[in-house]
């Protein structure tokens, strides 16, 4: 491993991964990322890896947008499958209030250039087959939607960043950030010492305990998720991700 970096990237999730791809693309190639066990060991090997590009801001709008950008072609330029699916997604309406918001939703993507249309409950139906419509008023479907295989899509930006100069070092436990007046100096780990100015907290789920090491609180609070895989039940690929809003589930 390199006893010095311009940048520290710490956790080999997706996170971590796009932001040395990202860094190494825009020329920073001097960087490392460690990870204290295997990339995607963390939340990432756990995600449906849907993608829903209509935010509730301008910037992650954009972001997500430029992410799909990103996944049409990672895989032909790294030469490794990311799983990415342009299957479309939907967004049920259950009440009203919810179709007031769809409309409100449909507005914005406009503004943004999101081809977002919305259907009839029927329409849906025809989408996603396996779903009951009762109760639903429409949705929203957004065609340019999908899902990516998450660790495939990490291993891709990974790879994409090694080919730029970026180094990877797994099996690396952060174990302290140094400080001297107010500014990081170096990252202290298991396997040693990387002098630094700059150091990315890409810990997911564990980002409060590598901002503590720097004296830096990360206002991060885990919550429980559950999901369920079934057995193939004769549902194509190729049908769109399903979000049911009020229920608070969401399909893949
Ligand atoms: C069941 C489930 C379903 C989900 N579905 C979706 C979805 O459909 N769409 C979506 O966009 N998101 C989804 N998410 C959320 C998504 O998985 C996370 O937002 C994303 O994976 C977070 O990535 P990350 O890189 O920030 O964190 P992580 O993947 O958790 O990576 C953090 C890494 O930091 C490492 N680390 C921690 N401490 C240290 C240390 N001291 N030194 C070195 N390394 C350290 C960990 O080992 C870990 O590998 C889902 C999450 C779950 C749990």
């Known amino acids: 491993m390199r006893e010095r970096a311009r940048a520290v990237v710490v ?35 756990h995600s449906a890896g849907l993608v829903g590009q209509l935010r509730g801001s301008l910037s992650l709008t954009k972001m997500m947008m430029s992410s799909v ?67 639903v008023l429409g949705a929203a479907y957004l065609p340019t939607d999908g ?37 990081v100096t170096a990252v202290e780990t298991d396997q040693g010492d990387v002098e630094t100015e700059l150091v990315v907290n890409a810990g997911g789920m564990f980002a409060g305990e590598i901002g503590a090491l720097a004296g830096v609180v990360v206002p991060i609070v885990p919550m429980a998720h559950e999901y369920l895989i079934t057995r193939p039940a004769g549902v194509p690929l190729d049908v769109p991700t399903m979000r049911d809003p009020s229920l608070l589930v969401y399909f893949r």
């Open 11 to 45: 956790g080999g999730g997706v996170g971590g991964c796009a932001i040395l791809y990202w860094l190494a693309r825009l020329g920073w190639s001097d960087v490392l990322l460690v990870e204290r066990a295997d990339l995607t060991s963390g939340s990432t090997f």
């Open 69 to 135: 950008a990103l996944y049409r072609e990672l895989g032909d330029e790294v030469g490794l499958e990311t799983g990415w699916r342009e299957v479309g997604s939907l967004r049920l309406a259950s009440s009203q209030e919810r179709m007031e918001e769809l409309a409100r939703q449909a507005g914005w993507a406009k503004t943004f250039g999101l081809p977002l249309e919305l259907v009839s409950a029927e329409d849906a139906k025809r989408l996603f087959p396996p779903m009951s419509i009762d109760g």
């Open 147 to 183: 899902y990516v295989d998450p660790s495939q899509l990490t291993f891709a930006l990974a790879e994409g960043a090694r080919r730029r100069g970026a180094e990877i070092a797994t099996r690396t436990r952060v174990t302290g950030v140094r400080v001297e007046r107010n500014r």
